[in-house]
């Protein structure tokens, strides 16, 4: 009797979930560089760099919200390694990418800034209640011990950041 009951309950919302992935088509809008200056390691893995030799877009270092897609990236160079937000508006492919640039340095791996570590990324969110921007970077796997200075970093625009021309932000 439950294994019927369950699935007259399953059976309905597999069918939905097929129908809706059937219908849904994805196709690529337009494409444009946001920068050739992203940061890539030189060197030799285990010395110059951890992991990999770039820090890729993955995670939530991409939003689209409020008609705009948001990208984070770090400015290259282990000498720069600067922190950087950028903007684009969506559905108009002339649009430019417009960046914002910050002081916080990519601290490198386990703190030691002569050393990259590929999987720190930036996350980034925008409210949906007031479109405020959070930016929370440079947390892959440290501890207030290990990078007291370091451990954890984040910014937060004003309310409305993501959607006005002048963009205010401060640091947490």
């Known amino acids: 009797m439950k294994t019927k009951l369950l699935t007259l309950l399953v059976l309905p919302l597999l069918c939905t979930c097929a129908r809706a992935q059937s219908s849904n088509v994805v196709a690529l809008a337009d494409e444009s560089l946001v920068t050739p200056d992203g940061l890539y390691f030189d060197g030799e893995r285990g010395v110059d760099y951890q992991f990999g030799r770039q820090i890729s877009a993955h995670g939530d270092c991409i939003e689209v ?94 309310r409305d950041g993501a959607v006005v021309r002048k963009i205010i932000l401060h640091r947490c």
């Open 65 to 158: 919200i409020g008609g705009f897609v948001f990208v984070t990236w770090y400015q290259g160079g282990m000498d720069n390694r600067l922190l950087r937000l950028s903007r684009r508006r969506l559905g108009d492919p002339a649009a430019p990418w417009v960046t914002l640039e910050f002081p916080d340095q990519h601290i490198g791996y386990r703190g030691d800034p002569t050393m990259g570590d590929s999987p720190n990324t930036i996350a980034v969110g925008v409210s949906t209640i007031d479109s405020t921007v959070h930016l929370l970077y440079d947390m892959h796997a440290y501890s207030q011990s290990g990078v007291p200075n370091n451990f954890f970093n984040y910014r937060v625009m004003n």
